[in-house]
């Protein structure tokens, strides 16, 4: 398996003018293709600002970030945005998509950031959101769907491009706990055909989808370790 993500000694500091706040401190990880990664800690710890680094929202102070091979830290702008569109599909926990815009649309967003063709577009995502198991709602909009159909619309979204690795921010804090689990369980299905998966989260039914789990505090990792992901039967039922 190729890596997919390697940090080195990444620092972040942010100046307020009046105090340095130091949200990172020499953190080191590398993930390889394919798996899942959960990314835990308490409010505080650095794990948004490492998530924001890891989707090239943000900058490292200092430290390097290769992605897919390729040494981010040089890079300006606009080749930054061209390799998130490409390598990346985020999915966030308030799913963001556009209210007045169809799921179709919303799903053919990164597709049209990219220059393909309308009749691409339309295509790709038509089977990304057959893939989900939403090709029937292409033209609802979101507030005519629950909140695990908005959140499958995102996940299409974010697949639609053919990523090299899902960033997903607490996907399932705005869903109740059945659909907190049929989430995970297309993620998992998702992540066990080969995809690579970054998740943000502080439950640890969540993380425990995960075959490895990252803890931070303080802007370090403090704990890094393998486990058998859990599997949860359609009765709800968890079990190793």
């Given at each position: 398996?190729?890596?997919?993500i390697?940090l080195?000694?990444?620092?972040?500091?942010?100046?307020?003018g009046?105090?340095?706040?130091?949200a990172?401190r020499?953190?080191?990880?590398?993930?390889?293709?394919?798996?899942?990664?959960a990314?835990?800690g308490?409010?505080?710890?650095?794990?948004s600002?490492?998530?924001?680094?890891l989707?090239?929202?943000?900058?490292?102070?200092?430290?390097?970030?290769?992605?897919?091979?390729?040494d981010?830290?040089?890079?300006d702008?606009?080749r930054?945005?061209g390799?998130?569109?490409?390598?990346?599909?985020?999915?966030f926990?308030?799913?963001?998509?556009?209210?007045?815009?169809?799921?179709?649309?919303?799903?053919?967003?990164?597709?049209l950031?990219r220059?393909?063709?309308?009749?691409?577009?339309?295509?790709?995502?038509?089977?990304?959101l057959?893939?989900?198991g939403?090709?029937?709602?292409?033209?609802?909009?979101?507030?005519?769907l629950?909140?695990g159909?908005?959140q499958?619309v995102a996940?299409a979204?974010?697949?639609?491009?053919s990523?090299?690795?899902?960033?997903?921010?607490?996907?399932?804090?705005?869903l109740?706990?059945?659909?907190s689990?049929?989430?995970?369980?297309?993620?998992?299905?998702?992540?066990?055909?080969g995809?690579?998966?970054?998740?943000?989260?502080?439950?640890?039914?969540?993380a425990?989808w995960a075959?490895?789990?990252?803890?931070?505090?303080?802007?370090?990792?403090?704990?890094?370790?393998?486990q058998?992901?859990?599997?949860?039967t359609?009765?709800g039922?968890a079990?190793?």
């Open positions: 398996m190729g890596e997919v390697r080195k000694d990444i620092t972040r500091v942010f100046d307020t009046q105090i340095q706040v130091h990172l020499g953190v080191s990880l590398t993930v390889e293709e394919g798996g899942c990664l990314i835990m308490a409010s505080g710890s650095g794990k600002t490492l998530m924001n680094i989707g090239l929202l943000d900058r490292p102070t200092s430290g390097s970030y290769h992605l897919v091979g390729e981010t830290s040089r890079l702008r606009n930054l945005a390799i998130r569109n490409r390598t990346i599909g985020f999915v926990q308030n799913f963001n998509l556009l209210a007045r815009t169809s799921a179709l649309e919303n799903v053919e967003l990164p597709l950031y220059g393909v063709g309308a009749r691409e577009r339309r295509r790709l995502a038509l089977e990304a057959d893939r989900v939403l090709g029937d709602r292409a033209n609802h909009a979101p507030n005519q629950s909140g159909q908005q499958r996940i979204r974010a697949l639609v491009a990523p090299s690795v899902i960033l997903a921010d607490e996907p399932t804090g705005n109740d706990s059945s659909t689990v049929e989430i995970m369980r297309f993620f998992r299905g998702l992540v066990d055909g995809l690579t998966m970054v998740l943000v989260t502080h439950e640890p039914d969540i425990a075959e490895r789990v990252v803890e931070m505090k303080d802007g370090q990792i403090v704990a890094d370790r393998r058998s992901p859990s599997v949860v359609p009765s039922e079990v190793p």
